[in-house]
């Protein structure tokens, strides 16, 4: 309760907290000493320690104002961390019951007895209870053994559950369930289910979408693996980047050791040998005892405790502790941890009725690794990981070789025989990736709040380096469900301006580099870039927002002057009228709750230009950027009847009442990084109050807003780059104050390469600010799990790009595309500056557990598709296009490269 570590005990009536005060010196066993006692409201069985609704609605989060600091350090010192103390689930005969705990008073917690139904009360006789996120949406499902057969139950994240077990195809209740455990057995990253059944061993795998498909684990021989076993484990004894199991003995069965190989291409878990540990039931505990960077064993018996120590090779050197004689065939449990964080474990059981302690014997050259692992809960985001990051997997490497551990509790224990560790890598239960170079003892490595997948990254030159201009592709993501069942469509196509800043001409030519980064895949069909050639005093704008296409037809905007707003301000009255004058990366953020990544409270912000002129075309213009949902969390919004789906923009104005009421339902918005669109005002003011509300319960932050009397020039469809797009001189529109001078003209494509070149930096950022990176510091490692699926084949892809006809570049992680345009022939006129607009067709698909068909770069996606994935109705146009990509479509990511890698330090280039 004070992230140090306690003990619970219990009898048939009364639950037990307390803590051991050791004296190692003085070879004391350890004094008990009570904290506080809790009435239990049957006899239990079990109990585990579980922070269910710690992601709860009613814990939105204060967001930060920038008035605080904008100092990176003292906003990271300052962000909420984690601390809240876990729910202790009670289970037995009588069914589950939730004990939670409060705050701490005079050294002692608070704490009672959930009576709130929550939707487990209907389990009966239950015998084992394992946490798991199988969905990936940040809050602790939970799976359960109750009369013999296995139960799933769904966390909505409002403190309900709700039972999940129709959609998987389970053991049959015949085979008779007796325990399970929780881990990424197949190494594909979503978590899966091992159990140990009458019969034998078995694992429900994961399959995602909140579906599990059960299949019998057998021995090389096709027989059955561990029958009558009264316990599983799962840990990496022997540091072959496979995960292992353990099996406590049954009346009829004795406690082994399996080893096994994965195929990390099929997911296939194979046996690979079999030890036998004791004879008859066992309770079993696991961990380093001596610190030599083994797994070692504590084994439970109704004969006494032994200790197993790992040799290394799947095979124990088995020692007794201590001598029992039980007449019941029910050995006590053994429970491990570093009680008196010296880095060494302590045991604990049940001797004659009394909590024992044994210690390990500590060495001066044996060294150890502590580490506690949280998810995020910052002000900018969180709920993507349940707080201690239960499940995720948590590896360390070093002159020992490799050792893994699956989270279970608030801090994790690694011995490490004579050395230090050379690096640490977790993989969270999401996918996130981190990495840690030369850990320390004791640290606390939090979640880092950056992004998974969002969309491509475009990088431009500035004359001395390449720099991130904007990312793209943000109207076509592939299989996002916004809801259960419910996918966002797509518009594949989107034109977007660049800064001019970035687009200095490099060797004769403009060279854009086009990077994946992230966990996705993207998919491009068509690249083309127009030049825009105006007089300096203008400033022109691509139409594009994110939206349908009905308002962002091809097109861009030309103003000759704009006008800053008077005053701007938040639903609670705050002034973000200077954030909002320059486009500077200072942004008014109008909003101070949040519920999650990309939700937050409906907010507003109040936008007031004074009297406008109505009788010309007005537009507004605004400059912003969006911290998305993703799909998991999209799912975790819909099943929690505490949340509403976030709100897109909307504009509302004053009526004959002077109310607002909204005006635009929806006007688009910015997608992904800041980027400027433009909204049309006709016919959105009834009075002469002119003012402007921008309402949303999105996640946007707002750099600039401007008003401006302008005009709209289309783009024509077809970028051919053998004739100007338009040439405009003289032109009159007395409605309009926009320069008449203007030349468009597409750029010839000259060339277009696909290689492998790594994951930029990241950059330190505030927690109101977007995502950026350093494309000068580069790391080639992997930096997320692998894909299944094909990629193109690196090398020239000038032909794939060249025209709009569903023949894709399929970019993984890591891939990055340098794309060429010639340069115009004709000097641009004295007083003239050109800017650039970058027509590109193509889709984007996370690889979020959630996202249908994310796992996987197939399959292709296509222009006459009715769906994604593909239905039925398409198959004929499906294999037309799989032939297409047939010599193109031809490479693939290695997953060894990722599973057996130990993380290294960046490199610049």
Request: hydrophobic residues 35%; aromatic residues 8%.
């Amino acid at each position: 309760v004070d992230t140090k570590p306690e003990i619970l005990v219990w009898t048939d009536t009364q639950l037990m907290l307390g803590n051991a005060q050791i004296d190692r010196q003085a070879q004391l066993k350890g004094v008990w000493a009570p904290l506080a006692q809790l009435p239990l409201p049957f006899p239990i069985t079990g109990l585990l320690p579980a922070d269910l609704f710690s992601v709860d609605a009613h814990r939105g989060t204060p967001a930060r104002r920038p008035a605080d600091t904008m100092d990176p350090q003292k906003q990271l010192e300052a962000s909420v961390r984690h601390e809240t103390i876990r729910d202790l689930v009670l289970f037995g005969n009588e069914g589950i019951r939730i004990v939670t705990i409060g705050s701490i008073q005079e050294g002692k917690p608070t704490w009672s007895v959930l009576d709130d139904p929550i939707g487990l009360g209907d389990l009966k006789q239950v015998t084992s209870v394992v946490p798991i996120d199988w969905e990936s949406d940040g809050d602790l499902d939970l799976v359960i053994v109750a009369q013999g057969k296995l139960v799933l139950r769904q966390n909505l994240g409002n403190r309900m559950f709700q039972d999940a077990g129709n959609f998987s195809l389970l053991p049959e209740e015949s085979k008779g369930v007796k325990a399970l455990a929780v881990a990424d057995i197949d190494r594909d990253v979503d978590l899966d289910i091992v159990v140990a059944l009458q019969d034998g061993l078995g694992v429900l795998e994961n399959i995602q979408h909140g579906q599990f498909r059960f299949r019998e684990l057998l021995d090389p021989s096709g027989n059955a693996l561990g029958p009558q076993s009264s316990s599983v484990s799962i840990a990496e004894l022997n540091n072959d980047y496979s995960w292992d199991i353990v099996l406590g003995g049954g009346p009829q069965s004795a406690s082994k050791a399996i080893l096994t190989g994965t195929d990390y291409k099929t997911g296939a878990i194979r046996s690979q040998q079999q030890s036998d540990l004791l004879a008859g039931p066992s309770q079993i505990a696991m961990g380093d005892w001596n610190n030599d960077s083994k797994i070692d064993l504590l084994l439970s018996s109704p004969m006494g405790l032994d200790l197993g120590l790992n040799q290394g090779d799947g095979s124990f050197s088995i020692a007794s502790m201590s001598k029992r004689e039980l007449t019941n065939e029910i050995p006590p449990e053994v429970s491990l941890g570093d009680i008196d964080s010296d880095g060494w474990l302590e045991a604990i059981s049940i001797e004659q009725g009394k909590p024992t302690l044994y210690f390990s014997e500590s060495r001066a050259d044996h060294r150890h690794l502590v580490y506690r692992v949280k998810g995020i809960s910052d002000p900018n985001g969180g709920g993507r990981n349940n707080q201690y990051a239960v499940g995720s997997t948590l590896e360390v490497f070093g002159p020992f070789g490799y050792q893994a551990r699956i989270i279970q509790d608030d801090s994790v224990h690694f011995g490490l025989g004579a050395s230090d560790a050379y690096s640490l890598r977790t993989i969270f239960v999401n996918g996130l990736t981190q990495g840690i170079i030369d850990p320390k003892s004791n640290e606390m490595l939090e979640e880092k709040q950056v992004l998974i997948g969002s969309c491509p990254f475009l990088y431009g030159w500035d004359g001395r380096r390449w720099e991130l201009a904007t990312d793209l592709l943000w109207n076509a993501p592939l299989g996002l469900q916004v809801a259960k069942g419910k996918v966002l469509p797509d518009r594949r196509w989107e034109y977007l301006s660049l800064p001019r800043a970035l687009m200095k001409p490099k060797d004769g030519f403009y060279e854009l580099r086009i990077t994946e980064e992230l966990w996705e895949s993207a998919y491009f069909d068509h690249l083309a870039l127009l030049a825009i050639d105006h007089p300096e005093q203008t400033q022109w704008f691509s139409n594009e927002k994110v939206g349908p296409e009905s308002i962002a037809q091809p097109s861009i905007w030309g103003f000759d002057q704009t006008t800053e707003a008077i005053v701007v301000k938040d639903s609670r009255g705050n002034d973000w009228s200077n954030e909002v004058q320059l486009q500077d990366g200072v942004f008014a953020i109008p909003f101070e709750q949040q519920f999650k990544q990309g939700l937050i409270e409906p907010s507003y912000l109040e936008v007031d230009f004074g009297k406008i002129d109505t009788s010309k075309p007005v537009q507004l213009i605004l400059t912003g950027w969006i911290y998305p949902t993703d799909t998991s969390l999209n799912i975790h919004i819909d099943q929690n009847q505490a949340l509403d789906a976030p709100k897109p923009l909307s504009l509302w104005t004053v009526d004959a009442k002077g109310e607002f009421r909204e005006a635009i339902p929806f006007t688009g918005f910015p997608g992904g990084k800041p980027k400027t669109i433009v909204v049309p005002l006709d016919g959105v003011f009834q009075t002469d109050d002119h003012r402007i509300r921008l309402a949303h319960s999105s996640q946007i932050y707002w750099d600039q807003i401007r008003l401006g009397v302008g005009r709209s020039v289309p783009i024509s469809a077809q970028d051919n780059p053998e004739r100007p797009a338009i040439r405009e001189s003289g032109l009159n529109d007395p409605n309009s104050g926009v320069a008449r001078e203007l030349s468009l003209k597409w750029l010839t494509l000259a060339s277009a390469q696909l290689h492998y070149r790594g994951f930029s930096r990241e950059l330190p950022r505030t927690r109101h600010e977007p995502h950026w990176y350093d494309y000068q510091v580069t790391s080639i490692d992997p930096a997320w799990p692998p894909l299944r699926g094909k990629f193109t084949r690196f090398g020239d892809v000038q032909e794939l790009l060249e025209y709009n006809d569903d023949a894709l570049v399929v970019m993984g992680s890591g891939d990055e595309m340098i794309v060429r345009f010639e340069l115009p022939k004709d000097q641009l006129p004295e007083g003239w500056v050109r800017d650039f607009v970058l027509h590109s067709v193509g889709w984007d698909k996370d690889a979020a557990m959630n996202t249908l068909e994310g796992q996987s770069s197939l399959p292709l996606p296509f222009s006459k598709m009715s769906q994604y994935p593909p239905g039925f109705e398409d198959r004929t146009e499906a294999g037309w296009i799989e032939r297409l990509h047939k010599k193109t479509l031809t490479r693939s990511q290695n997953p060894e490269s990722f599973w057996k890698l130990a993380p290294v330090e960046s490199t610049k280039q």
